[in-house]
């Protein structure tokens, strides 16, 4: 029914992922692949398009008022998906989710506090927690069977009086790993047995692959509900990251009244209209697009996973349970890290991630983004082969 083979031309159409290539890395974006940031290259669902063209067509395009179809959207969205049941009460609007988790840090959290995060983890957590001059405090993942875990005996034994705040992803970004229902509530149980508010940003919930499950961490821990904010969007799912729209969810009546003094202080109480309208259609309208969506993602994965194993004999892609964000360890090559990542910009003219941003235990690792169009990912693959050929000789 959807045709994701569709090669959309995004260059010259104010596309971060094409238009901030040439800026960002050094690659032509005539001549280059862009394999980093995290949006897709697929059309959106009809039913956005068409949402958005009735509001064009309309032609008045005032403030957005009442949020409530919006926040009910959301909400039967999650309970058709992953089976948890939200209160529209519980739901304050936010322009995306990085800046609602700056906003978190404002609401409960001082400056010099510290912050968990478990790296290698998405880089716009460390961004966003040091431009509020909060301090990050790593709690490494370790890898196990192919996967990543958290290892909460060492996290013990870094918290100081100043650690106040974890920030959790589920499904993890960039290791693809969709945590277990007893990993969840045992990082639960320590927050609680620490005194830490728990912050879960689920934005990938909705894309998981087959033989893997997205558990809510509400749904795993609903004893911490009250020092819990979960984090969703519609942006990530539905490729809609323009309309910078997200929520942040809690049932602590507490923390929802300092975060949405935040938000008022921050001028942030009225929202983009066309993003509020595209969002609330996704959940509407999107459900069979998402269904033809993951099954292309997954294969597209394989594909990955598959060539680029053999490209550069040495490499290992973590498998990935969701996401569309491939993590390609190339420390088996013999590689250095920045002959790896030569070779991929310079020889392949491909913008991949470099791990490095992702913190600690992203060194010689790259993630890709391959949620594009069949055609752009071959293309891709092949000059990866080409950009590794010596070390098939």
Same mark, same amino acid.
């Given at each position: 029914?959807?045709?994701?083979?569709?090669?959309?031309?995004?260059?010259?159409?104010?596309?971060?992922?094409?238009?901030?290539?040439?800026?960002?890395?050094?690659?032509?974006?005539?001549? =280059?692949?862009?394999?980093?940031?995290?949006?897709?290259?697929?059309?959106?669902?009809?039913?956005?398009?068409?949402?958005?063209?009735?509001?064009?067509?309309?032609?008045?395009?005032?403030?957005?008022?009442?949020?409530?179809?919006?926040?009910?959207?959301?909400?039967?969205?999650?309970?058709?998906?992953?089976?948890?049941?939200?209160?529209?009460?519980?739901?304050?609007?936010?322009?995306?989710?990085?800046?609602?988790?700056?906003?978190?840090?404002?609401?409960?959290?001082?400056?010099?506090?510290?912050?968990?995060?478990?790296?290698?983890?998405?880089?716009?957590?460390?961004?966003?927690?040091?431009?509020?001059?909060?301090?990050?405090?790593?709690?490494?993942?370790?890898?196990?069977?192919?996967?990543? /875990?958290?290892?909460?005996?060492?996290?013990?034994?870094?918290?100081?009086?100043?650690?106040?705040?974890?920030?959790?992803?589920?499904?993890?970004?960039?290791?693809?790993?969709?945590?277990?229902?007893?990993?969840?509530?045992?990082?639960?149980?320590?927050?609680?047995?620490?005194?830490?508010?728990?912050?879960?940003?689920?934005?990938?919930?909705?894309?998981?692959?087959?033989?893997?499950?997205?558990?809510?961490?509400?749904?795993?821990?609903?004893?911490?509900?009250?020092?819990?904010?979960?984090?969703?969007?519609?942006?990530?799912?539905?490729?809609?990251?323009?309309?910078?729209?997200?929520?942040?969810?809690?049932?602590?009546?507490?923390?929802?009244?300092?975060?949405?003094?935040?938000?008022?202080?921050?001028?942030?109480?009225?929202?983009?209209?066309? =993003?509020?309208?595209?969002?609330?259609?996704?959940?509407?309208?999107?459900?069979?697009?998402?269904?033809?969506?993951?099954?292309?993602?997954?294969?597209?994965?394989?594909?990955?996973?598959?060539?680029?194993? /053999? /490209?550069?004999?040495?490499?290992?892609?973590?498998?990935?349970?969701?996401?569309?964000?491939?993590?390609?360890?190339?420390?088996?090559?013999?590689?250095?890290?920045?002959?790896?990542?030569?070779?991929?910009?310079?020889?392949?003219?491909?913008?991949?991630?470099?791990?490095?941003?992702?913190?600690?235990?992203?060194?010689?690792?790259?993630?890709?983004?391959?949620?594009?169009?069949?055609?752009?990912?071959?293309? /891709?693959?092949?000059?990866?082969?080409?950009?590794?050929?010596?070390?098939?000789?």
């Amino acid at each position: 029914m959807f045709d994701f083979d569709r090669v959309i031309e995004r260059r010259g159409t104010h596309a971060s992922k094409w238009d901030n290539m040439t800026k960002l890395s050094g690659i032509d974006a005539k001549d =280059g692949i862009a394999m980093w940031v995290a949006d897709m290259d697929f059309a959106a669902p009809p039913g956005v398009t068409e949402a958005l063209k009735v509001e064009i067509e309309r032609g008045t395009h005032g403030y957005y008022a009442d949020t409530g179809t919006w926040a009910e959207a959301l909400c039967d969205w999650y309970v058709r998906r992953h089976d948890v049941t939200f209160d529209p009460a519980w739901v304050s609007p936010t322009p995306g989710i990085v800046s609602g988790l700056g906003l978190i840090l404002q609401a409960v959290t001082e400056p010099g506090d510290e912050v968990v995060v478990f790296p290698p983890a998405y880089h716009a957590f460390r961004k966003i927690i040091l431009a509020n001059g909060r301090v990050i405090l790593d709690a490494e993942l370790v890898q196990s069977n192919g996967r990543y /875990a958290m290892d909460l005996e060492a996290l013990k034994s870094q918290l100081t009086p100043k650690s106040k705040i974890v920030f959790f992803c589920s499904p993890h970004n960039p290791g693809g790993t969709a945590w277990s229902p007893e990993e969840i509530r045992e990082l639960a149980q320590f927050c609680q047995e620490h005194d830490l508010i728990l912050v879960s940003d689920e934005i990938h919930c909705d894309l998981v692959y087959s033989g893997a499950k997205h558990t809510p961490t509400i749904t795993a821990a609903p004893d911490v509900a009250d020092r819990l904010i979960t984090c969703v969007a519609a942006t990530k799912t539905f490729n809609i990251a323009g309309a910078h729209i997200g929520a942040c969810v809690t049932s602590n009546p507490e923390l929802k009244a300092k975060l949405d003094g935040r938000i008022a202080a921050s001028g942030l109480g009225s929202y983009n209209g066309f =993003g509020m309208v595209a969002t609330e259609a996704s959940w509407r309208t999107g459900e069979a697009w998402l269904d033809e969506l993951l099954p292309y993602l997954e294969g597209n994965r394989d594909m990955l996973d598959r060539r680029i194993e /053999a /490209a550069a004999p040495g490499a290992k892609s973590m498998r990935m349970d969701g996401t569309y964000l491939g993590w390609v360890d190339f420390t088996g090559t013999g590689l250095t890290p920045e002959d790896v990542a030569a070779r991929v910009k310079d020889r392949a003219k491909i913008f991949a991630s470099p791990g490095q941003q992702f913190g600690p235990g992203g060194s010689n690792w790259l993630r890709f983004n391959f949620a594009t169009p069949r055609p752009i990912l071959q293309e /891709a693959l092949t000059r990866l082969e080409d950009a590794f050929s010596d070390l098939r000789a």
